[in-house]
């Protein structure tokens, strides 16, 4: 069983930053590849970056692009989002997930709870 659980989010003003967590538990072959996807109301959810396990392969949505860095710590089982310069349209849910294969793929297999971004203007 792999268990994603998201932390972080939070209630922030137009121009500043925060930094999500994910903390993985579980079999560790199944968090070789880690993405933070995000889901604002009425939307559907998208793409927002993914690592590997190495951390060489890494991508970005182009709207993130620049002012969002995803990392992560294997020895912590830790996958981390931190986004600055954030505008109100980064307003939503963020998910973390996780996947054995190497990216690109079509669906992660493991998905967190989500936690809430909230950016006033």
């Known amino acids: 069983q792999v268990q994603l659980v998201e932390s972080g989010g939070g209630l922030v003003q137009a121009g500043d930053s925060l930094r999500l967590s994910c903390a993985a538990s579980g079999r560790i072959f199944e968090f070789y590849t880690m993405g933070w996807f995000r889901q604002a109301p009425g939307k559907e959810r998208e793409f927002v970056a993914t690592?590997?396990?190495?951390?060489?392969?890494?991508f970005y949505a182009d709207s993130v692009k620049a002012r969002f860095t995803i990392s992560r710590d294997n020895a912590k089982n830790m996958a981390y989002l931190q986004m600055n310069s954030l505008r109100p349209e980064d307003t939503a849910v963020y998910y973390c997930?996780?996947?054995?294969?190497?990216?690109?793929?079509?669906?992660?297999?493991?998905w967190g709870q989500g936690t809430q971004v909230t950016v006033s203007s």
């Open positions: 690592i590997d396990r190495s951390g060489n392969r890494i």
């Open positions: 997930a996780s996947d054995s294969r190497v990216w690109p793929f079509d669906q992660y297999n493991y």
